[in-house]
């Protein structure tokens, strides 16, 4: 196998390292813009006290805007992200000087140094982009299981703009075990439900020949993605993570909830005002939609959203998803969507307790059932309270199919934590500045 700096695990350390120094030197060399040469020590002082804070504020920030990159994000994404992160930073580090009373941290360096490190950040990773694609190479993949799966990884590996994969071909299970994988192949990608023995047959093949593997998940494979290593005397078992939360974990969630949710209705309520003028300005109808959703358990509630397309849109139709190009949705209802404002009013349903600020979307149950009939598991999105926002709300788009909005939102279940959903929440703010992930089906 060819090797790739880029696919080697010191790639994302070196990015990660140099971002955190641009963050470190744009302090330092702002207090020089600031003052010359004639830098008091008073003025110094907490700014070499805090770094160490600066530092882990900054590895947390980067972390959770630019890990994860997929190809999928283009050069302005990225620089996006980027800005966003140093924003972040940039509050979390006034925060800690001021409860630090280190009010000798003077404020005008936040300006100079949010320039700085704005301009250093654009300059990396235009050098990035640009040692990627002179230096780095694209994976030739083979896709490896039925028809109909290989299309549907077709299909969204071409929809990444930047993927470093290019796909080579597709074979059938017994193909690949009568003609072996190609010298050419650098990893396979199993894309449909493989017997067991055909399954292990073709994972020992790719191993054996140092190749990469990537497995479009089942929901066996989903089950065992979280499970510990246990043992029944000196016997290796897994032990696989209930699907459920525990009381304590609800528990937890639901003061997490109530704990930010008003605040984030204080700081959303300019947008929300705005949402609402510009509704009433765009045809004078109501302002807010409510539809019966499901959550936890089958209970139904009242979901509270903007309303994004014209009066009585469903009159006509019945029960339809939006599409891209949907006629029903206003003006304002498109601008809403594309910034995911529409979704703001659903914090009221927070502090209700009919949705959690994290957690798999919630459904109608004319959907729910009609998804059920074809996807039996997809029940299983009921056994965790409905939220806000979730796994598959920034991994996913609008467009993204049942099959796959199910993977995200046991994968969530399974994997469960405090700090996952704090990634989430931070991750939303990203994703509600990204048009493309809130298009509707083509």
Not at 4 to 19: A, F, G
Not at 88 to 116: K, V
Request: proline content about 3%; hydrophobic content about 45%; overall charge positive.
């Amino acid at each position: 196998m060819k090797f790739d700096i880029m696919e080697s695990k010191l790639y994302p350390i070196i990015r990660l390292i140099v971002d955190v120094f641009i963050i470190i030197f744009g302090y330092y060399i702002s207090f020089f813009v600031r003052y010359g040469h004639n830098i008091q020590e008073k003025n110094m002082e907490p700014f070499f006290t805090l770094m160490p804070y600066i530092i882990l504020a900054s590895l947390f920030f980067f972390h959770i805007y630019l890990t994860d990159d997929n190809g999928d994000d283009s050069y302005f994404d990225t620089v996006i992200s980027s800005l966003l992160a140093i924003l972040m930073i940039q509050i979390a580090t006034m925060a800690m000087s001021f409860f630090s009373r280190g009010f000798a941290f003077p404020r005008s360096i936040f300006a100079i140094s949010f320039i700085l490190h704005s301009v250093m950040i654009i300059l990396w990773k235009k050098t990035l982009v640009y040692g990627e694609g002179r230096f780095g190479f694209r994976s030739k993949l083979l896709l490896i299981g039925d028809d109909e799966k290989n299309r549907n990884v077709m299909k969204n590996l071409i929809r990444i703009r930047n993927s470093r994969v290019e796909i080579a071909g597709e074979m059938k299970v017994d193909e690949l075990l009568k003609y072996g994988i190609p010298e050419s192949i650098d990893s396979i990608c199993i894309t449909g439900s493989i017997e067991g023995f055909y399954n292990d047959k073709v994972l020992e093949m790719a191993v054996a020949n140092d190749k990469k593997i990537f497995v479009v998940p089942n929901l066996y494979e989903i089950i065992l993605s979280n499970s510990k290593l246990s043992q029944f005397d000196d016997m290796p078992v897994l032990k696989v993570r209930r699907l459920s939360l525990t009381m304590e974990q609800r528990f937890i969630k639901r003061l997490i909830d109530l704990a930010l949710v008003v605040p984030a209705l204080v700081i959303t309520s300019p947008f929300m005002i705005v949402a609402s003028i510009m509704i009433k300005k765009n045809d004078g109808g109501p302002v807010f939609y409510k539809q019966e959703r499901l959550t936890w358990g089958g209970k139904r509630f009242e979901l509270i959203k903007f309303r994004t397309m014209i009066v009585n849109a469903e009159e006509k139709t019945g029960p339809v998803l939006a599409g891209t190009n949907d006629l029903r949705i206003t003006k304002a209802g498109r601008l809403l969507r594309a910034t995911r404002l529409d979704e703001l009013p659903q914090l009221i349903n927070v502090l209700k307790g009919d949705l959690s600020l994290v957690g798999p979307r919630a459904e109608r149950e004319f959907f729910y059932e009609e998804f059920s009939e074809e996807i039996p598991q997809f029940k299983y999105r009921l056994s965790i309270k409905a939220g806000v926002t979730g796994l598959g709300q920034i991994l996913g788009r609008y467009t993204t199919s049942p099959e796959d909005k199910l993977a995200y939102d046991l994968l969530y279940a399974y994997s469960y934590s405090v700090l996952l959903d704090i990634k989430i929440i931070l991750r939303t703010i990203r994703i509600m500045m990204k048009a493309s992930s809130s298009k509707g089906k083509n």
